[in-house]
Nanobody, 115 residues
Framework: EVQLVESGGGLVQPGGSLRLSCVASGFDFSDYWMYWFRQAPGKRLEWVSSIRGGGDFTDYENFAKGRFTISRDDAKNTLHLQMKNLTTEDTAMYYC????????RGPGTQVTVSS
């Protein structure tokens, strides 16, 4: 059974940083591209970033470029998202996903950016 469990969210002030993590199990993690998505209240699920197995290729949505860094530790079946210079627009539930549509995602971790 595929399981994805996110952590690391919380309340942070504008300009602050957070590091999200996702622990995966139930599949050969290193063989898969992994993804981060987010969904703000009342908005659609949106793609944030992707990383290939092994970590040698990454991609970001425009809003994430220069502020977010995706990484992975295949030995620990763990995915990360380092976020800096956060703004209120980044407030959302953040999900890691095994597929590019976000269908196979975990329960999420809430990120709230507020002063």
């Amino acid at each position: 059974e595929v399981q994805l469990v996110e952590s690391g969210g919380g309340l942070v002030q504008p300009g602050g940083s957070l590091r999200l993590s996702c622990v995966a199990s139930g599949f050969d993690f290193s063989d898969y591209w992994m993804y981060w998505f987010r969904q703000a209240p009342g908005k659609r699920l949106e793609w944030v970033s992707s990383i290939r197995g092994g970590g040698d290729f990454t991609d970001y949505e425009n809003f994430a470029k220069g502020r977010f860094t995706i990484s992975r530790d295949d030995a620990k079946n763990t995915l990360h998202l380092q976020m800096k210079n956060l703004t209120t627009e980044d407030t959302a539930m953040y999900y890691c996903s095994k597929d590019s549509t976000g269908t196979m995602r975990g329960p999420g971790t809430q990120v709230t950016v507020s002063s």
